[in-house]
């Protein structure tokens, strides 16, 4: 996928800014193939570019969350400019479930394993994500039975450092079939790069190293 696909997307000061866990996440919602017609949710939405993708491609309706004011307007901006209907919301996970159940869930998280307080809605809380990296996760796990309507489907992105069999074990744990669907190894971004001493000193990552694999995890709802 290259992004010349994406040209709608213009990212905002402040909004985390599409990259390779946001193509790979868009790969497998594409190769999934399960959004024409169904009720989409896409939290923590960033500049709105997996919302826009449900959306053309023929997803009833769209909603996204996010809890940065500003990614809101940004999401908000790009779906007017590609012509297609999102309703974009400021709001958390909590206020997503009270929105549900919704037929696709799409998310690409925060999962960087981070000492950094949770606080505030600034650019670090699209990635930063607590000591395991699994803040957001383990709510989306916890919330999946009321976000996701019976034979749904979700499609979650993780790092491998956000302990991606976790989320599956989880999933399984209430029921749900989950499995990754999409890997890619690539070279750490800016943030990993900033955060790899620390990540060594945490046993997290091997001395030198500066890759990691993203994972697609799909859930199915039977």
């Known amino acids: 996928m290259t992004q010349t696909r994406f040209a709608h997307i213009e990212v905002d000061d402040g909004v985390y800014a599409p990259q390779d866990d946001s193509w790979l996440l868009c790969d497998a919602l594409d190769k999934c193939d399960v959004v024409a017609g169904k009720r989409v949710l896409d939290i923590c939405t960033g500049s709105g570019i997996l919302a826009i993708e449900a ?55 925060p999962y960087v394993p981070s000492d950094a307080p949770l606080e505030g809605t600034g650019p670090n809380r699209a990635w930063d994500a607590g000591a395991n990296g699994r803040v957001v996760l383990d709510q989306l796990c916890e919330l999946a039975p009321d976000l996701l309507a019976p034979g749904g489907t979700m499609l979650i992105v993780h790092s491998e450092f956000s302990d991606p069999p976790e989320t599956v074990r989880r999933m399984k744990e209430v029921g749900f079939t989950a499995r990754p669907i999409a890997t890619r190894t690539v070279d750490f971004g800016p943030v990993m790069a900033s955060y790899a ?26």
């Not at 769209?62 to 709001?91: F, H, K, M, T």
């Not at 997503?96 to 037929?103: C, K, T």
């Open 55 to 109: 959306a053309l491609k023929g997803a009833r309706e769209v909603v996204a969350y996010d809890i940065s004011p500003a990614a809101v307007a940004c999401a908000s901006s790009n779906a007017e400019r590609a012509g297609v209907d999102v309703d974009v919301r400021l709001g958390t996970l909590a206020d997503a479930r009270y929105a549900g159940p919704f037929d696709v869930v799409v998310s690409n998280p």
């Open 197 to 222: 001493e620390r990540l060594e000193a945490a046993g997290l990552l091997e001395p030198g190293r500066r890759e990691e694999e993203l994972v697609v995890i799909r859930v199915d709802r039977s």
